[in-house]
């Protein structure tokens, strides 16, 4: 490369592990050094005497303004470095290693408390309003319980009570067996006292139920009166009677939405005994009045064979709901029916539901014997 006024040299390429390893730091760092102390003439060194021992060698340096050249028998001594000058050298630098540690470690203490801010940031955007939170702890550098801070020793004195409750036991068993004792006022104090009917009430409250909120009254003197405790009582065990009622309900007597009830089970249980189904996938659509199910038939039952030379691999299990709360007039299809005369009956919603089951059996025996394709039924259950 040239230009109209000089010659410019081209640029030496550098490698970046040269640049980064440690001896070309060093080579540079003895270049430029070099570079800033002043020239000086090189000694030139005399040739080996070996049979005559030199003399102690005095190093002189020329003067400035003397133009008196050095003796070429004559070497410059070098500087010898005294030993406390070596050891403050050295534990200088030991004291740099520690800083640089001490420095390395803050550093990455705050690398981790910069990450582990960002998980609990993602997280938090994660969860949002979800009723299902998702926990990034294990994501954590530092795990949160070692962020606080250790807790001082505190005394326990071992006589102290755990919590007022314990205190009220104590109170309690207190009364002798006649049932009253006299205090220091001189008054006498029976168990239908109201401060101590109180304090009983409020520890019979911590054994109702789980499911029934009472709170934590360990921290203060909660007194209950035996008018508010029987209100609570009731409301307790009509809350756990209704609560155990429904579910007994949902699970025995009503076909949830995406689920079977027991029953239903129990007729599917029994056709793939039977080898009438080899499996049930899983549901396929659903509906205000039955669940598709998707099924298989099992190749090796020999019923299936004689009814239809080619049986079906695949099939579809129609699951009518056993409940009414979706479609509540099916009745209308049902009772004006010649089929179905005298066997109507509006109360029974399961019997309804059965009905409904072979009604739609017989219509699609009906629209099959006209020649109208539809699917062939291969088996009615009650309501499946």
């Given at each position: 490369m040239s230009s109209p006024w000089a010659v410019v040299q081209a640029v030496e390429t550098v490698d970046l592990q040269e640049i980064m390893s440690e001896e070309y730091a060093r080579e540079l760092q003895t270049k430029e050094n070099s570079s800033r102390t002043p020239n000086k003439p090189e000694p030139t060194k005399p040739p080996p005497v070996p049979a005559v021992v030199p003399k102690a060698i005095v190093n002189e340096e020329p003067v400035a303004g003397c133009s008196r050249a050095l003796d070429p028998g004559k070497v410059p001594a070098e500087p010898v470095i005294p030993d406390e000058l070596l050891r403050a050298l050295q534990e200088a630098d030991e004291k740099d290693m520690e800083s640089d540690a001490l420095v390395a470690r803050l550093l990455q203490a705050q690398f981790d408390a910069e990450y582990d801010e960002q998980i609990k940031r993602e997280e938090n955007h994660r969860n949002k309003d979800s009723k299902v939170k998702v926990s990034y702890r294990n994501y954590r550098t530092v795990p949160e319980e070692l962020l606080y801070e250790e807790r001082e020793d505190v005394p326990i004195d071992p006589k102290a009570d755990w919590d007022r409750f314990e205190t009220n036991e104590k109170e309690q068993k207190l009364l002798p067996r006649t049932g009253y004792r006299v205090n220091s006022e001189g008054e006498m104090v029976t168990k239908h006292n109201l401060d101590i009917s109180g304090r009983s009430n409020a520890c019979k409250v911590m054994s109702f139920p789980p499911e029934f909120s009472t709170g934590d009254a360990a921290g203060f003197d909660m007194k209950l009166s035996n008018k508010v405790f029987n209100q609570l009582k009731t409301h307790s065990k009509k809350t756990t009677r209704k609560l155990h009622k429904a579910q007994d309900r949902k699970e025995n007597l009503a076909t949830a939405e995406m689920g079977l009830d027991e029953p239903t089970r129990l007729i599917?249980?029994?056709?793939?005994?039977?080898?009438?189904?080899?499996?049930?996938?899983?549901?396929?659509?659903?509906?205000?009045?039955?669940?598709?199910?998707?099924?298989?038939?099992?190749?090796?039952?020999?019923?299936?064979?004689?009814?239809?030379?080619?049986?079906?691999?695949?099939?579809?299990?129609?699951?009518?709901?056993?409940?009414?709360?979706?479609?509540?007039?099916?009745?209308?299809?049902?009772?004006?029916?010649?089929?179905?005369?005298?066997?109507?009956?509006?109360?029974?919603?399961?019997?309804?539901?059965?009905?409904?089951?072979?009604?739609?059996?017989?219509?699609?025996?009906?629209?099959?014997?006209?020649?109208?394709?539809?699917?062939?039924?291969?088996a009615l259950k009650k309501n499946v």
């Open positions: 599917l249980y029994k056709w793939i005994n039977n080898q009438l189904l080899e499996s049930v996938d899983g549901v396929i659509s659903t509906g205000k009045e039955a669940v598709i199910l998707h099924g298989e038939t099992d190749p090796e039952n020999p019923n299936l064979k004689e009814d239809d030379p080619l049986p079906p691999k695949e099939v579809a299990i129609k699951v009518f709901s056993t409940t009414l709360n979706e479609f509540k007039q099916r009745d209308r299809y049902i009772k004006d029916d010649y089929r179905f005369a005298g066997r109507f009956s509006k109360q029974n919603a399961r019997t309804v539901i059965n009905m409904w089951a072979e009604k739609e059996l017989r219509n699609l025996h009906r629209i099959r014997a006209a020649g109208i394709l539809c699917p062939r039924v291969v």
